[in-house]
Each structure stands twice: as structure tokens, then as C-alpha cells.
């Protein structure tokens, strides 16, 4: 039987990307979708979360990711995305395949996005504490601004592929959103709220987020009427999953430092407003 499997590999974000991949790929080929789930064995950084998605999670047996994942063999089974844009070959897989890589574009699954909204619905809202928050951001005309600060200034790895959204940023954004909403009310999400004040401007009344988890953060986001945010892949989902049809999203216009030498241009989505940066 031949199967689809997905290789994932990072935090929620990166996760998300990757099993989208492989979903659009199992419904075009009419394959099983499977996932390799072998990253998160003796990986004590990151967790497997999907589960907590509207997600039918299946596993994948050893000697399947070992016979597919290689890169000689009677015919091509392993898809990475090497140059980091969108790789329109891999929407064209015929056979059994093992995807390898973050695949970090919305043309990938562009055409199916009604599903990858379903798919990533939370199976329950248990995870809620912060009602009272949740209840301002939808009765409000709600801008979320996101910050990624931890891994990307304490992890030296990550600072050479990553760099921190700076004040400037911020300022621009903020100055955006003034001249297009009107009575903006500004909530700040971050993994690091008391570091992220330091990079925000003066002269805004801002509600720092102190959430209780994860899915608060990213399911409060999606219910912001727009989003500011930083050039994280968690970041990037929170407002892509925004049902608001007249949202304004805005993102850098860079997403990698200099030195880590990747490709951003298939990144952000068109219909996303580009803020300048300094990194």
C-alpha cells in the first residue's frame, strides 16, 4: 500500500507546515498519510503537538521511513526541500514518498485551505484559563502582536538562523495598523512578556498577555481582528488561521538573518503586508 510520510521535526509551528504538506500530498495521490515521529525520541527542546489538533495521527513503522528515506533507490521517494521556496515537484509525487524538510509556504496548500482550517481546529477548548482575556480580544477591535524572544536570543544556533524583530519593527507596524483600524486595542504575546517590553514603542496602551499555555497564545491570536507578527512559524499559523476576511496581517520582510543563507521569498503570503526590518 503506498503511503505518504511526513518527517517532523521542531516546535508546533514547523510541525503544523510539514503535516499540511502531507496532507495535501496524501489527498492528491489518494495515499495514506503517515508521520516519522523519530526526531522527538531524545528530543528534550521541542514536543510532539499535533495531537492536540483535529487530527487523525497516524504512525509510521520503522522500515517504512528507512526503505523511503534514502536517496538512492529504484525510483525517487525522498522530497526535501533543500532551497527553502515553494517546490512544485512535490505536488506532483506519484509513488510513495517521505517528505523531509519545513516547507514553510501557504502555496502548498493554498487550494485546500478550508481543510487545514478543520484539521488545525483544537479537539476541545479545556485548555482556556484566561477567559476574561478571550472575551476582550472578540469584543474588541483586537490587534495581536506577537514576540519571539527566547530561543532566538539564548539559543546561539538559533541566533545564527534567527534574528529578534526589533523596536523599529514594531514602531512601523503600530503605525500601520493606526492609520487603518480605528480604535485599535493592542494585546502582546510572547514567550518572554516582561523581556518584550523593551521592544515595543511608547505612546500605546498595550494588554500584556499573560497566558497560561501555548494554545492560548496561538487560539487567542486567531482571535484578533489583525495580527502583527514576528518571523516565527508559531507566529506565522496564529494569523494565517484568522477567519477574519478583512484581517491585515503584517509580517517582516525578512524572515532569516543574512548568514543562514535561506531563501524567504515564498515565506509570507501575498495578501500580507511586508514591514521593513533591521537585522
Not at 494554545?215 to 512559524?233: C, G, L, P, R
Request: hydrophobic content about 40%.
Amino acid at each position: 500500500m503506498d503511503k505518504i510520510i511526513v518527517n517532523l521535526i521542531g516546535g508546533v509551528g514547523n510541525q503544523m507546515f510539514q503535516y499540511a504538506l502531507g496532507y495535501v500530498v496524501s489527498k492528491i495521490t489518494g495515499f495514506e498519510l503517515c508521520v516519522d515521529l523519530s526526531s522527538y525520541e531524545n528530543y528534550k527542546v521541542r514536543n510532539f503537538e499535533l495531537n492536540k489538533f483535529n487530527i487523525d495521527i497516524k504512525l509510521a513503522e520503522k522500515y517504512e521511513c528507512d526503505l523511503l528515506n534514502r536517496k538512492h533507490f529504484f525510483k525517487k521517494t525522498l522530497y526535501k526541500d533543500k532551497k527553502k521556496i515553494f517546490y512544485r515537484n512535490v505536488l506532483k509525487i506519484k509513488h510513495s514518498a517521505y517528505l523531509k524538510g519545513f516547507w514553510q509556504s501557504e502555496k502548498y496548500f493554498a487550494d485546500f485551505k478550508d481543510d487545514i482550517f478543520s484539521l488545525f481546529e483544537f479537539k476541545d477548548k479545556n485548555f482556556i484559563v484566561n477567559q476574561d482575556l478571550l472575551e476582550d480580544i472578540k469584543n474588541s477591535n483586537a490587534v495581536s502582536i506577537n514576540l519571539r524572544l527566547g530561543d532566538y536570543i539564548n539559543n546561539n544556533e538559533n541566533k545564527r538562523i534567527h534574528f529578534v524583530c526589533k523596536k523599529d519593527y514594531y514602531s512601523n507596524a503600530l503605525k500601520y495598523i493606526s492609520q487603518k483600524v480605528d480604535n485599535p486595542k493592542y494585546f502582546v504575546f510572547s514567550d518572554d512578556i516582561d523581556g518584550s517590553k523593551e521592544f515595543l514603542p511608547q505612546g500605546y496602551d498595550f494588554v500584556y498577555a499573560n497566558t497560561a499555555n501555548w494554545q492560548e497564545d496561538m487560539y487567542f491570536m486567531t482571535q484578533a481582528k489583525h495580527n502583527i507578527v514576528a518571523n516565527s512559524s508559531f507566529s506565522w499559523w496564529a494569523a494565517w488561521l484568522n477567519k477574519n476576511l478583512d484581517k491585515i496581517v503584517l509580517a517582516p520582510d525578512k524572515w532569516y538573518t543574512k548568514a543562514a543563507k535561506i531563501n524567504d521569498k515564498d515565506v509570507v503570503p501575498e495578501s500580507w503586508v511586508k514591514i521593513k526590518v533591521s537585522s
